[in-house]
DNA sequence: TTGTAAGCGTTATCAA
DNA sequence: TTGATAACGCTTACAA
C-alpha cells in the first residue's frame, strides 16, 4: 500500500528521478513531450510527492501554526475562519493548538514548533501569566511571529488588534449616557494588554462624565464559567446600586445574563448590560445584547497576511507592521429599553 | 539562524551521529554516562530534533488531518475540542480544513492529504454533494478515515454518530405532545445521512400521531443565512397553519427564530420551535431555545480515540468499531408557554 | 535536454 | 557500547 514515488515514475518511463521531478516542477529546460509523458503518467497513478522529503530537501514545511485559548468562542472561530482562508490561498497548511488558557500548555506548544515543525506562527495568548520568553524563543529561532488580540506588547513584532480603548471607552459612555451611574467592568485580565487597554477606556469614560473609579466595581475572569457568575452574583449583591455592566470579553458577557438572571434582575431595567461579542445571537437573546463587536473574520486575514508576507519574500516581521482594527458598537435591547420589542 | 542538528552535537562531543540519534532516543545500547553528556548538551543547545527528518525516516509524520464544514458553529467547535484534547494526549498534531459545505475543497483536501502528509483523517462530510470516492481514494492509499456526525453511509470505514433518528422521533413527539398540528421539518440535506436518519425520525412521529406528512413543509438548507430564512418566511407565509418548527440543525433553528420575528410570530406561542443544537447561549435566547443536545465534545474525543487505536496498533479501521452516543432533549420556553420566564 | 550524484537530518542495520 | 553507512523521497548543482 506504498504511495508511488518519483523512483517508480522513473523506472516506468525510462527517465531519471531527476528529470521526473523537473518535469513535475515544470523547470524550464524539459522538453514539453517529456513533461506531457510524466504527467500523464504521475496522475494516472495518483503520484502525490512526499511533502516531509521535499520539505526537508527544500528547507520548508508549508506549515503555520496556530495557538489560540478557545475554539468554543465565536470571535475565535470567525478568526479561524480567516486564517484558514489566506492559509489556503497560499498553499500552506494549518497546525491547530488550544492553550484552554493555560500558561503551561502555551510553553509546551511553543516548544514544539521551535524545531522547523512550522514556518510562522499565529498567536492569541492565554491570560494567566506574564512570561512570554517562550515566545521570544520562537522568534530567536527564526520562526516568525504574528500576535493577534491578546497581544503580548512587549515583544517586537507585528500585532493585530482592534481599537480596544477607544471601544471601551464608547461603550462605557454609552451606559452613561443611557442613565447608569454605578458601572462594574468585568475583565478578562490584569495582565493582557487588552485587558488593560479596556480597562484605560472605561476609568477615562468614568472620568470624563465626572464619575469616580471604585477599584471594588471590577472583576476579573475566574478559572471557568461558574466561578465567573459567582463572583458577578457576589459583586451584585454586595452592591446593588450597581445599574450597569461593561463585559469586556464575550464569556463574561454571557456570565453576566446568567448572573442577572440567578438574582432576579430584569436587564434593562434594573441593570443595563453591554459586552465585547461575536456571537450570531446576540440579536435573538432575552434582551438583545448591546455589543462591541470586532471585526473577528478580518484580524485573522490580516495576522496571516502579515506572516505570508514574512515566510514569503523572507524578510523579518517588524513591530511596524502591526495594524490596528476598528469594532463596532451594536446598540440593542440590553442598553435601550425601548429596543427590547421592535 | 540555523538550528542545531545531530551532527553538530556529535562534533563537540566526539560522537558519532548514529551515537547521539541513539542516545537522545534513550536506546537500551548507549552507556548512561554517553546519555548524559549527549542530553545535557542538547539542552544546552536547545537541540530539538528536525521532525521532517524522523518522520521521513520513520516514515510517520505524528500528524492527523481534520476535515469540517464549518468552525464558527458550536457543535464544531466543540467537537474539534474533543479531537485536541485526545491528539495531544497522544504526542500527535492536528491539521485542520475547512470546507464551507462545498464539495470541490473537500476534494482538494483529500487530495492534499493522500501522500503520507497525515497518518489518519477525521471528517465530517461537506453537504452538497453524493460522491465520496476521494474518501475512500484516502483509504485505499493506507490512510484510515473516521467518520462523525456527517458520514457517508456507504464508505466502510467507523462512523461516531448520535442517535439521529430516536432524537428526531422524540423532538417531533415533543411538539405533538405540546399542541402542534403542522409541523415544519428543517433539514440540513436531502442526501447526507443525518438528514435522512432525522427526516426518519419525524415521519414515523407524525405517522404514529396520526398526522399526515407533507412534503410541502420540508425545507432544505440554502446555500447562505439569509436565503435559509428567506425560505422559512416563505413557507410560513403560505402555511398559516404551521404552528411547529423542527430544525435539524443549529443553523436552522437560528434562522427559524429569526424568520420567526421578520413575520411578528411570537414563540411559543403563535409557534413552536425546537432544533439541534450546542449553543451555550440556548438558555437565553428569547424565549430560551429548546434543544436536542448532541453530545460534541465526546463525539470529538471517541472518532480521535478510534483513530488512533488504528494509528498506534496500525490495524485497519473496521465499521464495527462505530459508535452511536445519545444526544438529549432539553426542554425549554421555546416549546413550553410555562417556561418562557422562570 | 537529460543524467549523475550529493545532500536535507534522521534512524536502522551491520560491523567493530 | 559505539561507529560507519545506507536509506527515507525529494531537489539541485554540475556534468554530459
Same mark, same amino acid.
Given at each position: ?63 503555520i501554526g496556530v495557538i489560540i485559548p ?9 478568526v479561524?475562519?480567516?486564517i ?13 493548538y488550544?492553550t ?6 502555551e510553553?509546551?506548544v511553543a516548544?514544539?514548533l521551535?524545531?522547523?515543525?512550522v514556518?510562522g506562527v499565529l498567536v492569541s495568548v492565554a ?5 512570554f520568553?517562550h515566545l521570544e524563543?520562537l522568534q530567536?529561532?527564526?520562526v516568525p511571529v504574528v500576535f493577534f488580540d491578546r497581544v503580548q506588547?512587549?515583544t517586537?513584532t507585528a500585532k493585530v ?10 461603550? *462605557?459612555?454609552? &451606559?452613561? $449616557?443611557? +442613565? ?5 467592568? @468585568? %475583565? !478578562?485580565?490584569?495582565?493582557? /494588554? ?8 472605561? *476609568?477615562?469614560? &468614568?472620568? $470624563?462624565? +465626572? ?5 471594588? @466595581? %471590577? !472583576?476579573?475572569?475566574?478559572? /471557568? ?11 451584585? &449583591? ?10 469586556? %470579553?464575550?464569556?463574561?458577557?454571557? /456570565? ?47 495576522a496571516?497576511?502579515?506572516l ?35
Open positions: 500500500m506504498k504511495p508511488v514515488n518519483l523512483k517508480q515514475l522513473a523506472g516506468e518511463l525510462n527517465l531519471s528521478v531527476a528529470t521526473v521531478s523537473r518535469a513535475l516542477n515544470d523547470r524550464y529546460d524539459i522538453s514539453q513531450p517529456t513533461k506531457d509523458r510524466v504527467r500523464e503518467l504521475a496522475r494516472k497513478l495518483n503520484y502525490e510527492p512526499n511533502p516531509y522529503a521535499s520539505g526537508l530537501r527544500r528547507q520548508q514545511s508549508k506549515i478557545e475554539v468554543a468562542n465565536h470571535f475565535f472561530s470567525l479561524i475562519n480567516g484558514e482562508e489566506v492559509a489556503r490561498a497560499n498553499d500552506y497548511h494549518v497546525l491547530f488550544l484552554h488558557d493555560d500558561h503551561q500548555r510553553l509546551s516548544r514544539l521551535a524545531n522547523g515543525r514556518e491570560n494567566d501569566k506574564q512570561d520568553s524563543a530567536g529561532r527564526g506588547e512587549e517586537t488588534t482592534t481599537n480596544d480603548y477607544e471601544s471601551s471607552y464608547e461603550a *462605557t459612555r454609552h &451606559l452613561i $449616557d443611557n +442613565g447608569c451611574r454605578t458601572i462594574a467592568h @468585568l %475583565v !478578562v485580565s490584569k495582565t493582557l /494588554s487588552i485587558g488593560k487597554r479596556r480597562m484605560q477606556g472605561y *476609568t477615562d469614560a &468614568l472620568k $470624563d462624565s +465626572g464619575i469616580a473609579y471604585e477599584e471594588e @466595581l %471590577v !472583576v476579573y475572569a475566574q478559572a /471557568s464559567k461558574a466561578q465567573d457568575i459567582e463572583a458577578i452574583q457576589a459583586l451584585l &449583591l454586595k452592591r446593588p446600586d450597581i445599574d450597569g455592566i461593561f463585559a469586556s %470579553v464575550e464569556s463574561l458577557a454571557m /456570565s453576566s445574563y446568567e448572573a442577572c438572571r440567578n438574582l432576579g434582575l430584569v436587564i434593562p431595567t434594573d441593570i443595563k448590560v453591554i459586552g465585547f461579542s461575536n456571537l450570531e445571537t446576540a440579536s435573538l437573546l432575552d434582551p438583545p445584547l448591546t455589543t462591541v463587536t470586532q471585526p473577528a473574520y478580518a484580524i485573522g486575514q490580516e496571516a497576511r502579515i505570508f508576507q514574512a515566510i514569503i519574500k523572507n524578510t523579518p516581521i517588524v513591530a511596524t507592521q502591526s495594524i490596528e482594527l476598528k469594532s463596532e458598537l451594536v446598540v440593542r435591547g440590553s442598553t435601550v429599553a425601548e429596543m427590547v420589542k421592535l
